[in-house]
């Protein structure tokens, strides 16, 4: 696949050892260094964002040397042990090892800015060297219990980071994201009420960066779990789409076009189920704007396809699918090995009801894709053109099955 035969180009002046963990494994304890894992998918728009756009940047050449770099396919066959051993909560996920007990040193949630990837990796290299602050220490044992399952365990451990935490510390906002993604992980109503009375308290002085946003965006998320009309759900809900459009508004905060995209799609989704809808659009308007001049500024077809799960759904959702339908048929053209194309594409035609362009193309994306987490939803999306057009779908159930029960353990969630 294309995706893959670029992802050391991608990484710029960092040497990334792609889809061997073992290999990258032995020399990082041969060099006697922290090893860092960069877990991706190809239809992923923040990993190649991040692989595109942050790794590749000239401002990580300097860590080129602190660590072993490496990189895992998530859906890639031969990494389905490493994957099962790392559990993840998201893509992309940036794991700090320690390679001689395997022990996670450091986690690093979805985007964040080359400053944001900077620190994570000092940290953690400072970790590995014994140097470790009581916040450091407790946001490991966080990250060693998520590994291991215990969320109760992480929550807690990932609350005293925080409270660690010195005031400035960089690490703050990603240990607040950690915690909050911990918290809603446990599922009990003690839990999200932890969760949005630490967002009433500490979102607005959180700065203006990726994890700030995605710290907001949790919070707010946790709000959905307590009762309608619950005065701090309905504080959170207000606040989290002040803090979006105040870190919006800035326009030299450090979030790249798939960051500003990524807070204006959960701006969009807040301002709707607070019933202020012409608000919402004008996010997405915006957002369309920016995917659309992100794309054009692109070197390559390749490049500018980091937007276009983004601009799909944007434009699907100004109810504008003919851009949607131009944009992925050319794109498949200019790609013709990559899946990901035509399974958008299918997605499309289906949502204008042309069932049978929709089902050729979600058959072209079938043939060339791996079994998989994602395989699974495209089959689903098959079984709903299938559905619409009368035709059994009894096939198609079998194989999702037959897919899932082939997926890394931490991967079944149908």
């Given amino acids: 696949m294309i995706l893959l035969a670029l992802v050391a180009a991608l990484h710029g002046s960092l040497n990334f050892i792609d889809d061997d963990y073992p290999k990258a494994l032995a020399t990082a304890r041969a060099q006697h260094k922290p090893l860092f894992v960069d877990f991706w998918a190809t239809w992923c728009h923040s990993c190649l964002s991040m692989q595109r756009y942050v790794l590749a940047d000239p401002a990580m050449k300097p860590l080129a040397d602190e660590v072993v770099w490496a990189s895992i396919e998530t859906e890639t066959e031969k990494n389905k042990p490493v994957v099962e051993m790392y559990p993840l909560d998201g893509w992309p996920t940036f794991l700090l090892i320690d390679p001689d007990g395997e022990k996670v040193i450091g986690r690093f949630l979805g985007s964040g800015s080359v400053h944001d990837i900077r620190q994570f990796v000092q940290n953690g290299v400072r970790d590995y060297r014994g140097k470790t602050d009581p916040a450091a220490a407790a946001q490991r044992e966080g990250d060693q219990a998520r590994i291991a399952g215990d969320f109760r365990k992480s929550a807690d451990a990932y609350g005293r980071a925080v409270a660690l935490s010195k005031p ?3 690490a703050r906002p990603e240990r607040l994201t950690l915690y909050a993604t911990a918290l809603r992980r446990l599922k009990t109503p003690e839990a999200a009420r932890t969760c949005v009375q630490l967002g009433l308290r500490v979102a607005r002085n959180t700065g203006d960066s990726v994890p700030a946003a995605d710290f907001v965006t949790y919070a707010d998320a946790c709000a959905d779990a307590l009762p309608k009309d619950d005065p701090d759900a309905t504080k959170m809900h207000a606040l989290a789409i002040e803090r979006l459009r105040e870190i919006l508004a800035k326009k030299d905060a450090p979030l790249a ?3 500003r995209s990524d807070a204006l799609a959960n701006l969009s989704e807040m301002l709707d189920v607070a019933r202020r809808h012409p608000e919402a659009v004008k ?4 957002r369309a704007q920016i995917l659309e001049q992100a794309a054009a500024a692109a070197p390559d077809a390749t490049t500018a396809s980091t937007f276009d799960p983004h601009r799909t759904d944007t434009y699907l959702y100004l109810k504008e699918p003919q851009k949607a339908e131009k944009l992925l048929a050319a794109r498949e053209k200019e790609m013709p090995s990559d899946y ?10 289906f949502e204008e009801k042309k069932l049978t362009e929709a089902e050729a193309a979600v058959d072209r ?12 939803g495209i089959l689903g999306l098959k079984a709903k053109i299938l559905k619409a057009q009368g035709k059994s779908t009894d096939a198609v159930l079998h194989e999702q099955l037959d897919v899932l029960r082939s997926l890394p353990a931490p991967q079944r969630n149908p």
């Fill in 168 to 170: 400035g510390d960089p």
């Fill in 257 to 259: 076009a798939d960051d």
């Fill in 283 to 286: 996010a997405m308007q915006e």
């Fill in 340 to 349: 990901n194309p035509p399974a958008r594409l299918a997605r499309v035609y």
């Fill in 365 to 376: 994306a079938l043939s060339m894709m791996p079994k998989s987490q994602r395989r699974i």
